[in-house]
């Protein structure tokens, strides 16, 4: 089963920061916490992931919480194709379980 | 462009037909994985192979018969299916699993295989 929460869906008007939560209360010293996005019917695009400290690439930030409880994913300025399913996973590594992910629309 | 290349792209096929499903990978990888996601469901991960070993099987149906020949290529052969098992089939790899020790990097997916069996 997988091991994190997130709200169904989530609504964000275009050029504003989408910032998605992720509750894992229940999250291992060696789980990451990885985020990925389907765009419908794609394979699973990786995004970022972390273990304790925030991350930022290209694409994303990630903030995780001092104690690893829950994390936040953050596009900065989020376009009309940034509408996906987005999944937040904990993993040791390279196995994912994917849960039912957070339904991201952007609205012009 | 994610280095995991599926075929073919879509596929339908009788119950009584045999077919399989290919995925190859350029990432170096040595670890590969069949994932399945039926409409409006999380995707479920269904085999994982680990330098070519078949390392997990999640109760899969003996109808879906998995093949890794090199670290490369992973092949999956269906036969006698039934329409319940139409979905999207996606193939990942990675360098590494973890609970081996190795090191480990983040899942590649390909576009995956739209099956309908009919």
């Known amino acids: 089963d997988a091991k994190t929460t997130q709200p169904p869906s989530m609504d964000c008007a275009e050029g504003r920061a989408a910032n998605l939560p992720c509750n894992h209360s229940?999250?291992?010293?060696?789980?990451?916490v990885y985020w990925y996005r389907q765009i419908h019917s794609q394979g699973p695009q990786y995004i970022i992931h972390?273990?304790?400290n925030n991350e930022t690439n290209e694409m994303a930030s990630l903030i995780i919480t001092e104690d690893r409880k829950s994390s936040t994913l953050i596009l900065p300025h989020a376009t009309l194709r940034d509408t996906a399913v987005y999944y937040c996973?904990?993993?040791?590594?390279?196995?994912?379980?994917f849960g039912q992910g957070t339904e991201l629309s952007v609205k012009p | 462009e994610t280095g995991v290349t599926q075929t073919p792209r879509h596929l339908v096929m009788g119950m009584t037909n045999k077919k399989s499903l290919k995925c190859e990978q350029h990432l170096g990888h040595n670890a590969m994985y069949w994932y399945k996601q039926s409409a409006k469901k999380p995707l479920e991960l269904m085999f994982v192979y680990s330098l070519e070993e078949r390392v997990e099987n999640n109760s899969v149906p003996s109808r879906f018969s998995p093949e890794c020949p090199n670290s490369s290529h992973l092949f999956l052969h269906l036969h006698t299916l039934q329409p319940e098992d139409s979905a999207l089939y996606l193939c990942?790899?990675?360098?590494?699993?973890?609970?081996?020790?190795?090191?480990?990097?983040?899942?590649?997916f390909g576009q995956g295989t739209r099956l309908t069996v009919v």
């Open positions: 229940t999250i291992s010293g060696n789980e990451y």
């Open positions: 972390g273990l304790k």
């Open positions: 996973i904990v993993s040791p590594g390279g196995k994912l379980i």
């Open positions: 990942a790899s990675s360098q590494g699993i973890k609970w081996r020790q190795e090191k480990n990097t983040e899942a590649f």
